[in-house]
């Protein structure tokens, strides 16, 4: 079983500005972990250190074939509908920026919640407006 202090140091690691050390160490975790959950926190958070929106796109879509627990459905759909939205995938964008809306009864109340939910109306203004660029909110900027 994996420990948790491991994918913290991993994501660290990112955090920190070493992007390349986080993909590594993260990437085999996410071969040695046979946990759909603990799965899915890790590609969430390969997603968060790529350098490619493609690449990042790659592991969000991994991490949400592989989610169980409902509450990480609203964050899940909005990093989609954020990659979409950069790589000007309208349509696609839409769709998971209407699940994100759908999942938001979902979340906590507090910080978290908070945080979700303003990342919504932001890559909502965003793909309304037509841009493609990285948000600053992004988690992976």
Not at 95 to 109: D, G, I, S, T
Request: glycine fraction near 4%.
């Amino acid at each position: 079983m994996m420990h948790l202090e491991e994918i913290t140091a991993a994501v660290e690691l990112g955090r920190s500005g070493d992007r390349e050390a986080a993909r590594i160490r993260l990437t085999a975790l996410w071969e040695e972990c046979d946990d759909r959950q603990t799965r899915c926190a890790i590609a969430h958070y390969l997603a968060d250190v790529q350098d490619d929106t493609e690449d990042e796109l790659f592991w969000d879509l991994r991490a949400l074939e592989v989610v169980e627990d409902a509450g990480w459905l609203p964050s899940l759909h909005l990093n989609l509908a954020d990659d979409y939205r950069r790589l000007a995938r309208t349509q696609e964008a839409e769709e998971h920026l209407y699940a994100a809306r759908a999942n938001l009864p979902e979340l906590p109340e507090g910080a978290y919640g908070d945080l979700i939910r303003s990342g919504v109306q932001h890559v909502a203004d965003a793909l309304a407006a037509g841009s493609v660029h990285r948000l600053e909110t992004n988690p992976s900027s």
